[in-house]
């Protein structure tokens, strides 16, 4: 009686037989690559509910010049207004779920002025962290003034020297504070560091930064 021809199916031209080890070695291949698949799609569900998440302390300027779909942004406002913690959470998924009917050309302009607020951000932390060096240092050593000329050359040197002065005749008088609490500061010392912060605003645009 002739011997019945095994049952199996072709890959590429090549024949595999059930319950063969070629065969138990591509059941094993196809089911890590869905597993695979199924991960990858996790982690970018993940993502653009992430990026989602950050259009709600985005800039109106900047989500604005988004053009983004009406539903996406009624949701992103919608999830703004939300104070109850459950309530927000569902909101956000819904963003999340909008976010992933974009296009990569969308979610990557989403991306990109979320960078960019990042770098504004950034870029002011370290205006205000040298405001206060150039305070200080202005308060400490009078030849500074001659350094700050650099940062400020067409500056009102008169109204810069009162309040250096009243700044430091404040320091002088001012009680010293009770344990645990902060140093209360004079009117003359907050008026020299805006003057100092507006002058570096707007050197900020078209020269380096000067490091006191």
Not at 182 to 188: K, L, M, P, V
């Amino acid at each position: 009686m002739p011997r019945k021809p095994p049952k199996g199916y072709f890959v590429k031209g090549h024949f595999v037989a059930y319950g063969s080890e070629e065969d138990a070695e591509l059941k094993r291949t196809a089911k890590w690559d869905a597993e695979q698949s199924k991960t990858d799609l996790k982690k970018r569900s993940a993502h653009l509910q992430a990026v989602g998440e950050q259009l709600l302390s985005l800039k109106a300027s900047l989500l604005q010049r988004l053009a983004l779909p009406e539903s996406l942004l009624d949701a992103v406002a919608e999830a703004k207004r939300i104070d109850d913690f459950e309530g927000k959470r569902r909101q956000l998924q819904y963003v999340g779920k909008l976010m992933r009917q974009l296009d990569e050309a969308q979610v990557s302009a989403i991306e990109a002025a979320v960078a960019e607020q990042h770098q504004g951000s950034a870029a002011e932390t370290q205006r205000l962290h040298e405001a206060e060096r150039w305070r200080e240092r202005l308060l400490a050593d009078d030849t500074a003034l001659e350094a700050w000329r650099e940062v400020e050359p067409g500056g009102d040197w008169q109204r810069l020297r009162a309040l250096i002065r009243q700044a430091r005749k404040d320091a002088q008088t001012r009680a010293a504070p009770a344990p645990g609490q902060a140093q209360r500061q004079g009117r003359a010392y907050r008026e020299l560091f805006q003057h100092i912060r507006a002058a570096l605003d707007a050197r900020s645009a078209d020269a380096p930064t000067a490091q006191p």
